[in-house]
């Protein structure tokens, strides 16, 4: 059974930071690409970042410098290492996988999704 498990979302104040973590199971995630989205309150799911199995990562211009994305494919997990953090950051993060190795930043092109995380920044 594939799944996919968020953790690390909480509130912090702008300027902060945060880690957040996908932990995968079921899946052979070494051999796809893995993604972060996030979603605000009557916005629509936003691609923040993405990395491909041979670990290339690609970035939303909105979070380009201030957010990181890296895996660990031993123990499969992903995690999205985000810093100065501002008001516009606050969302629902979710993490999503497969089945492709290359990544993109569009939501159909994951096959798996987890039940994301809630990331609150205060200013």
């Known amino acids: 059974q594939v799944e996919l498990v968020e953790s690390g979302g909480g509130s912090v104040e702008a300027g902060g930071s945060l880690r957040l973590s996908c932990a995968a199971s079921?899946?052979?995630?070494?051999?796809?690409?893995m993604a972060w989205f996030r979603q605000a309150p009557g916005k629509e799911r936003e691609a923040i970042a993405a990395?491909?199995?041979?670990?290339?990562?690609t970035y939303a211009d909105s979070v380009k410098g201030r957010f990181t994305v890296s895996k660990d494919n031993a123990k499969n997990i992903l995690f999205l290492q985000m810093s100065s953090l501002q008001y516009e950051d606050t969302a629902m993060y979710y993490c999503?996988?497969?089945?492709?190795?290359?990544?993109?930043?569009?939501?159909?092109?994951?096959?798996?999704w987890g039940q994301g995380t809630q990331v609150t920044v205060s200013s």
């Open positions: 079921g899946y052979n995630y070494s051999m796809a690409s």
């Open positions: 999503a996988s497969g089945p492709h190795p290359n990544a993109l930043l569009i939501p159909h092109w994951y096959a798996y």
């Open positions: 990395i491909d199995s041979d670990g290339s990562a």
